[in-house]
């Protein structure tokens, strides 16, 4: 077994070389496959410096919001302060109409106005983070935390009710990995067949298209604060996409050399 192993990876790497050497373009394929993974790896693990964070402290709460959203959408830090008449805080999950309007942290005691500091998650809240996260703030500041949906109309009413979030989603880990694989699969299948170009392409944006729906779905499925819009996801899709099944596609014959005969 390890001598077949051993084989085949010789004649597979001694027929990529010379596919690299014969065909000086493939260069341009791996090169715009790396410097994709490098913007989408950067994008989706972004150093702790510039992510927005919660600070809780005895006295005060505040959001600081993601240095992208500062320095392109003037969005600028949010506070407010905890007192001696503080009663309580409320963790509300925002609706106008029926139609999400986020979240915020609502300070309401006696004989003072409510003070509230809008908040952005980049998660999904399930029922464990929302829970650990109220414990946290009951901590820090002395105050119960409620969880409560504020249904707002058109006329200015609110109504208020209890706010259960869900017991929670699949890993989006696991979910990105799984998509992540699609074109490679895809691109080491067809470049397996001697196909006409057009047939690739249209095999690609066909899976491209179905991944597209998966991650729509999965978006409407479990919702978060941030939504990208469809310019968005398909931009930050389509082109590592494109790159990932194209390489695959090339390469496989070299790899692969019986099944491209």
Known sequence: MLQVFYGG???????????????????????????????????????????????????????????????????????????????????????????????????????????EVPVKFGRFLDQQYCQKLTQGITSATGLPVRLVTRRWSMDGTAQETEWIPTIGKPSTAFVAIGLGTVPFIGGIVVGSFRLRPEIILAIGAALWLGKMLVMIAYARRYPTQTKPSMLTLSLSSIFPFGAAYGLAVVITPYVLPGLSK
């Not at 510039?50 to 392109?72: G, W, Y």
């Open 9 to 115: 990876y010789t004649v597979g790497s001694a027929r990529i070389s010379s596919g690299f050497r014969n065909n000086p373009e493939l260069w341009w394929l791996v090169a715009l496959l790396v410097g994709f993974t490098a913007i989408m790896l950067r994008l989706a693990f972004p150093p702790r410096r510039t992510q927005a964070r919660l600070e809780i402290r005895h006295d005060s709460i505040s959001f600081v919001p993601r240095r992208i959203d500062q320095r392109m959408g003037g969005a600028s830090v949010t506070e407010a302060a905890v007192t001696a008449q503080s009663a309580e805080i409320l963790f509300c999950h925002k609706l106008l109409e029926g139609i999400p309007e986020g979240f915020s942290f609502v300070i309401r005691g006696n004989h003072e106005h409510e003070r």
